[in-house]
């Protein structure tokens, strides 16, 4: 069992349309309704993936009671804390004609004190059987930047894995208790460091910089381009296969779905991202996020390129 940690789930609408146009009335050809959110695209991805993952967070009012019955209809186990604000809306907007993909983005509403009390009992429980936790996405405005450090502690002290997947103080706050992996996009971890990554061998350097601070593994996501990997001895760059893509949002979710799959099947970090990145692949085929198939990530798996990074890389040896 693997739990998946968010403060901020979402009822997601994704809406397609032949063409765009801005300030006039527009005919949606395709409309869908789903359950988003970063931690909920990672549940519904191990799901796919055949694994047993429980969704752990906040939901509230006529949404919260949406995104929990859209679970459940997955087969998706849930342990969400019920809290008085009422669950964000996303929207997803896609423009067949131009290309684009427009995300309408409500954010989170803040919570309580207790209700992050009753959140950490939760994961105490839960984690006594769980292999790993993934734990993604922002806090809710106003929460606890700790949050992440006390989930990470709470897996080590259960024999689990501490995998997160976030940025700023949350990311800087987790990793002073040693999560077993940090996941952050290229711009994530520019914004965590407070600099600019103008380069690869910045980006090295900088992923070197997180393990000194207490991460094991550092893997940083670059959209398409290639992501690179450090367990603090050994480097990997991977590439994933090129799509035709559908929706894109929700893939980096997807990627953290897929490496917490092979990692706590003891696979290396290399190959481990392998899987990652064809999980997030598999995801841009698809119309809502995370409600990816596993013949797939199979199938592309055998296509994402795994290369050692040599010794000599900067930042690395």
Known sequence: MILCLGTTPAAQRVMVFHRLT??????????????????????????????????????????????????????????????????????????QAAGTITELVEEGQPVSTADYAALLD?????????????????????????????????????????????????????????????????????????RELPDEAAVIAGMQELCKRGALRVVVTSGQGPTLAYDGQNGWKIQAPQVKTTNPIGSGDAFTAGLAWRLVRGENLGEACRW????????????????????????????????PLPARSPGFF
């Open 122 to 194: 939760i994961l105490r429980r839960r984690a006594r059987g769980a292999r790993a936790i993934v734990m993604s996405g922002s806090i809710t405005p106003g929460g606890p930047a700790d949050l992440y450090f006390h989930g990470t502690q709470i897996a080590r002290a259960n024999g689990a894995l501490a995998i997160v997947d976030a940025q700023g103080a949350a990311l800087a706050e987790a990793l002073k208790a040693g999560p077993d992996l940090v996941k952050p996009n290229r711009l994530e971890l520019a914004a965590t460091l407070g």
């Open 22 to 95: 801005l300030d006039a009335v527009n005919r949606a050809v395709t409309t869908l309704d789903g359950a988003a959110g970063k931690s909920v695209n990672v549940a519904k991805t191990l799901k796919a993936l055949g694994e047993q993952p429980v969704a752990v967070g906040f939901l509230g009012g006529d949404r919260g009671a949406e995104v929990r019955a859209l679970l459940a209809a997955q087969n998706i186990a849930a342990d969400f804390v019920n809290v008085s604000a009422r669950t964000r809306q996303c929207t997803t907007l896609l423009d």
């Open 276 to 307: 990652g990145a064809a999980a997030g692949t598999a995801n841009a085929l698809t119309l809502m996020a995370g409600e990816v198939h596993r013949a797939d990530v199979e199938r592309l798996a055998a296509q994402v390129s795994v290369e």
